[in-house]
């Protein structure tokens, strides 16, 4: 992943290298956050609030998966809003079965912190991979 000189751009980087250390989360997501994770995905809702964030969501992803990876590939930005394309992999826990799923992430951005995440991926992949159907059940 290459390192591009706006500032938008460079945000979101850091927060996909930070491969999960709260720290570095803390230091470029707003603690007011928006978190929108699209219906179908494990653990799908709007999570507001940093804290939300850590708590419910990426404590229960990292729960039940293992080396789990964001590859973004591509980002694109309009006005205040940076788009980024690419690719999650991991294993579940329960299965042992691995899965790779196209996403799409909006991110927006104010003041040099991420405010919000609108997120979008090819979910049926990481079901398989857990042997469920999210669509059905709301977590």
């Not at 579940?92 to 951005?109: G, L, M």
Request: hydrophobic share 40%.
């Amino acid at each position: 992943m290459k390192m591009c000189p706006n500032n938008n751009i460079a945000v979101v980087q850091r927060l996909y290298q930070a491969r999960g250390n709260a720290t570095v989360i803390r230091e470029v997501v707003d603690r007011n956050v928006c978190w929108e994770v699209v219906e179908g995905f494990p653990y799908s809702d709007v999570y507001l609030g940093l804290d939300d964030v850590l708590g419910r969501f990426f404590a229960r992803l990292f729960a039940d998966f293992e080396d789990w990876h964001t590859e973004p590939e591509e980002f694109f930005e309009v006005d205040n809003r940076v788009i980024a394309l690419g690719t999650y992999s991991a294993r579940a826990k329960t299965t042992s079965k691995t899965f790779q799923a196209r996403f799409a992430h909006v991110w927006t951005i104010r003041d040099g912190v991420i405010v919000r995440l609108q997120h979008c991926a090819d979910t049926a992949q990481i079901a398989k991979a857990l042997r469920k159907d999210f669509n059905k059940e709301r977590v």
